[in-house]
C-alpha cells in the first residue's frame, strides 16, 4: 500500500463506515456503488507522495498524518457564522448558496426566483427527493484512479451545490456558491461535491469561493464536475483565500461537447497548503478552453497549480495563462500539461506561466509540458521567473512616487492582465478588490528590513524557461 500507513487506513476505514450508515442517499444503489468504489480507489493507493510525478513539487504528509473528523456544526454556532461571512457577499448576483464545513445551510443562502430554466439547489436534497437528474452526470468524468483526493471526495460524497441550465437558457448574474471551513477542537475535514449541467445553447456563469474560520487544521477536499453541451457557454471562477491552519484541495473537471466555450478563472490567496486542479476534456469540435489563474503566496504558504487539458477531438483551441506573486518563504507550484490525443487533428494549444519573485526566500517551481500525438497541430509553451524591474521602479520613483506606492503600481499591473482576460460583471469586479487588497499588503511588506536583500545587482530580471 503507497503512502499511508495502516494506522492512518484504520481511521479513515471507521469514518468511512460511520459516515456510509447515515450518509444522504444511502438507499440509492448506485450512489452506494460510487462511494464503495471511491474508498476502495482510495484505500489502494493512499496519499500520494512526491516520488509520484503529478505530485513532484508537493508534499502532503502534513495532511496524511493528521487524523481529520467529519463535523456538523450546531443551529447557534450556524446563526454566529452568518454575521462572520457577510463580507463574502457579492453584489447583483442571482442568487448565493452558502455551505459551512460541505453542508448547505438554508437560513444563510436566501435563493431569489430564479428565471425560468434554471435551477440552484443542495446535492444532498437532489440526492434524497429527485436523484435521476443526477445520476447520469454525477461521478461519471471525475478520475479517481489518477487522483487519491478525488478518491477521497467520492467516498464521502453527500452534499455540495447542483447547477442545471436548461437548454437555450442564458442567465446574466452569476451564481455565487461560498463554502466556509469552520476548526473544531480536533482537526477537521469537509468534501464538497458540485455538479454543473449547462445544457445546450445555454450560458452560465459560477463563482465558487472558499473561506475558513478558527485556527485548528482544517482540509477542505472539493470537487466539481462541470457539463457543458454543444454550443454552451461556461464562465466558471474559483476564489482561494483560506487562513495558515487550512489545507485546500480543489479539483475542477470539465466535460466539453461540441463548440463548447469554458472560461476558468482561478485567484489563490494562501493557506497551509493549497492544490489548485483544472482538467478539461475538449470532447467535441469546434471546442474552446481559457484556463487563466493567479495565485499571490507570502509567510510559508505552499500554492500548487496542476493543469491537465485533453484535446481529444479535432478543431479545438486551449489557452492556458497562469501569473504568480510570491514573498517571504512561499512556495509556488505551476505543473501545466496538454495531451493532444491521435484525433485530435488541427488543434491549437498556447500555455504560459509567468511569476514575480519579491524575496530570495520565495520559490517557483515551474514545468510546461506537451504531449503531441497527432500530426497537424499547433502547440507552444513557456514559463518565465523574475523579480520587479529596478528600472521600472526608479522611474516611477523619480517621479515624486514612494516605494510602496510604486511596488504596488507594478504589481498591480502583472497581476491586471489575469483580470484583462475575464468578462465585465460582478464576478470580475469582486476579483479586483480582493487582488487589490491582497497585492496592497504584499507591497506594504515586500521590502521589509530585516528581510536579506541582494549583494549585487541583477544583470537580467527574467529568466526565460526552455
Given at each position: 500500500?503507497?503512502?499511508?500507513?495502516?494506522?492512518?487506513?484504520?481511521?479513515?476505514?471507521?469514518?468511512?463506515?460511520?459516515?456510509?450508515?447515515?450518509?444522504?442517499?444511502?438507499?440509492?444503489?448506485?450512489?452506494?456503488?460510487?462511494?464503495?468504489?471511491?474508498?476502495?480507489?482510495?484505500?489502494?493507493?493512499?496519499?500520494?507522495?512526491?516520488?509520484?510525478?503529478?505530485?513532484?513539487?508537493?508534499?502532503?504528509a502534513p495532511i496524511a498524518k493528521t487524523e481529520f473528523q467529519l463535523v456538523?456544526?450546531?443551529?447557534?454556532?450556524?446563526?454566529?457564522?452568518?454575521?462572520?461571512?457577510?463580507?463574502?457577499?457579492?453584489?447583483?448576483?442571482?442568487?448565493?448558496?452558502?455551505?459551512?464545513?460541505?453542508?448547505?445551510?438554508?437560513?444563510?443562502?436566501?435563493?431569489?426566483?430564479?428565471?425560468?430554466?434554471?435551477?440552484?439547489?443542495?446535492?444532498?436534497?437532489?440526492?434524497?427527493?429527485?436523484?435521476?437528474?443526477?445520476?447520469?452526470?454525477?461521478?461519471?468524468?471525475?478520475?479517481?484512479?489518477?487522483?487519491?483526493?478525488?478518491?477521497?471526495?467520492?467516498?464521502?460524497?453527500?452534499?455540495?451545490?447542483?447547477?442545471?441550465?436548461?437548454?437555450?437558457?442564458?442567465?446574466?448574474?452569476?451564481?455565487?456558491?461560498?463554502?466556509?471551513?469552520?476548526?473544531?477542537?480536533?482537526?477537521?475535514?469537509?468534501?464538497?461535491?458540485?455538479l454543473i449541467v449547462a445544457e445546450e445553447g445555454s450560458e452560465v456563469t459560477?463563482?465558487?469561493?472558499?473561506?475558513?474560520?478558527?485556527?485548528?487544521?482544517?482540509?477542505?477536499?472539493?470537487?466539481?464536475?462541470?457539463?457543458a453541451a454543444e454550443g454552451a457557454v461556461v464562465s466558471h471562477y474559483r476564489?482561494?483565500?483560506?487562513?495558515?491552519?487550512?489545507?485546500?484541495?480543489?479539483?475542477?473537471?470539465?466535460?466539453?461537447?461540441?463548440?463548447?466555450?469554458?472560461?476558468?478563472?482561478?485567484?489563490?490567496?494562501?493557506?497551509?497548503?493549497?492544490?489548485?486542479?483544472?482538467?478539461?476534456?475538449?470532447?467535441?469540435?469546434?471546442?474552446?478552453?481559457?484556463?487563466?489563474?493567479?495565485?499571490?503566496?507570502?509567510?510559508?504558504?505552499?500554492?500548487?497549480?496542476?493543469?491537465?487539458?485533453?484535446?481529444?477531438?479535432?478543431?479545438?483551441?486551449?489557452?492556458?495563462?497562469?501569473?504568480?506573486?510570491?514573498?517571504?518563504?512561499?512556495?509556488?507550484?505551476?505543473?501545466?500539461?496538454?495531451?493532444?490525443?491521435?484525433?485530435?487533428?488541427?488543434?491549437?494549444?498556447?500555455?504560459?506561466?509567468?511569476?514575480?519573485?519579491?524575496?530570495?526566500?520565495?520559490?517557483?517551481?515551474?514545468?510546461?509540458?506537451?504531449?503531441?500525438?497527432?500530426?497537424?497541430?499547433?502547440?507552444?509553451?513557456?514559463?518565465?521567473?523574475?523579480?520587479?524591474?529596478?528600472?521600472?521602479?526608479?522611474?516611477?520613483?523619480?517621479?515624486?512616487?514612494?516605494?510602496?506606492?510604486?511596488?504596488?503600481?507594478?504589481?498591480?499591473?502583472?497581476?491586471?492582465?489575469?483580470?484583462?482576460?475575464?468578462?465585465?460583471?460582478?464576478?470580475?469586479?469582486?476579483?479586483?478588490?480582493?487582488?487589490?487588497?491582497?497585492?496592497?499588503?504584499?507591497?506594504?511588506?515586500?521590502?521589509?528590513?530585516?528581510?536579506?536583500?541582494?549583494?549585487?545587482?541583477?544583470?537580467?530580471?527574467?529568466?526565460?524557461?526552455?
Amino acid at each position: 500500500m503507497k503512502g499511508i500507513v495502516q494506522e492512518q487506513l484504520g481511521h479513515y476505514v471507521t469514518t468511512f463506515g460511520d459516515f456510509r450508515a447515515l450518509a444522504v442517499g444511502s438507499h440509492l444503489p448506485w450512489l452506494g456503488k460510487l462511494r464503495e468504489d471511491g474508498f476502495a480507489q482510495f484505500a489502494e493507493t493512499g496519499f500520494p507522495s512526491t516520488s509520484v510525478e503529478d505530485w513532484r513539487f508537493t508534499n502532503v504528509a502534513p495532511i496524511a498524518k493528521t487524523e481529520f473528523q467529519l463535523v456538523h456544526l450546531q443551529d447557534e454556532e450556524l446563526l454566529a457564522i452568518g454575521a462572520q461571512i457577510e463580507s463574502c457577499r457579492i453584489p447583483d448576483t442571482a442568487c448565493r448558496l452558502v455551505f459551512v464545513n460541505g453542508h448547505f445551510v438554508q437560513e444563510l443562502s436566501p435563493i431569489a426566483s430564479l428565471p425560468r430554466g434554471v435551477f440552484a439547489a443542495s446535492l444532498a436534497a437532489q440526492l434524497a427527493e429527485n436523484s435521476q437528474h443526477l445520476e447520469p452526470h454525477l461521478g461519471r468524468y471525475l478520475n479517481t484512479k489518477r487522483d487519491p483526493f478525488c478518491a477521497l471526495n467520492t467516498a464521502f460524497l453527500e452534499d455540495g451545490a447542483f447547477i442545471e441550465i436548461r437548454r437555450g437558457t442564458a442567465l446574466e448574474a452569476p451564481i455565487h456558491l461560498l463554502f466556509v471551513s469552520v476548526g473544531g477542537e480536533a482537526p477537521t475535514m469537509n468534501h464538497p461535491r458540485n455538479l454543473i449541467v449547462a445544457e445546450e445553447g445555454s450560458e452560465v456563469t459560477v463563482i465558487e469561493e472558499f473561506v475558513s474560520l478558527g485556527k485548528t487544521p482544517v482540509l477542505c477536499n472539493t470537487a466539481t464536475e462541470l457539463v457543458a453541451a454543444e454550443g454552451a457557454v461556461v464562465s466558471h471562477y474559483r476564489i482561494e483565500q483560506e487562513n495558515p491552519a487550512v489545507f485546500q484541495i480543489s479539483t475542477l473537471r470539465m466535460q466539453q461537447a461540441k463548440s463548447a466555450n469554458i472560461s476558468s478563472h482561478s485567484l489563490l490567496l494562501g493557506g497551509a497548503l493549497v492544490r489548485n486542479n483544472v482538467h478539461p476534456v475538449l470532447a467535441g469540435e469546434g471546442g474552446d478552453c481559457l484556463i487563466n489563474g493567479l495565485f499571490l503566496g507570502r509567510d510559508h504558504e505552499h500554492l500548487d497549480n496542476y493543469m491537465l487539458v485533453e484535446h481529444t477531438r479535432p478543431h479545438c483551441e486551449s489557452r492556458q495563462f497562469y501569473h504568480g506573486i510570491l514573498d517571504d518563504y512561499a512556495h509556488g507550484v505551476f505543473h501545466g500539461r496538454i495531451i493532444v490525443h491521435k484525433d485530435a487533428q488541427k488543434t491549437d494549444a498556447k500555455q504560459t506561466n509567468r511569476n514575480l519573485l519579491l524575496s530570495d526566500d520565495a520559490q517557483i517551481d515551474t514545468k510546461p509540458q506537451l504531449e503531441i500525438f497527432a500530426d497537424d497541430v499547433k502547440c507552444t509553451h513557456g514559463a518565465t521567473i523574475g523579480q520587479i524591474e529596478e528600472n521600472a521602479l526608479f522611474y516611477l520613483r523619480a517621479r515624486g512616487i514612494d516605494e510602496v506606492s510604486a511596488r504596488r503600481l507594478l504589481l498591480v499591473a502583472f497581476a491586471s492582465e489575469c483580470l484583462d482576460r475575464m468578462k465585465e460583471g460582478p464576478a470580475r469586479t469582486h476579483l479586483a478588490e480582493l487582488i487589490r487588497d491582497h497585492i496592497s499588503r504584499m507591497a506594504t511588506t515586500a521590502n521589509k528590513p530585516d528581510k536579506p536583500q541582494p549583494e549585487t545587482e541583477r544583470v537580467s530580471h527574467w529568466e526565460e524557461l526552455q
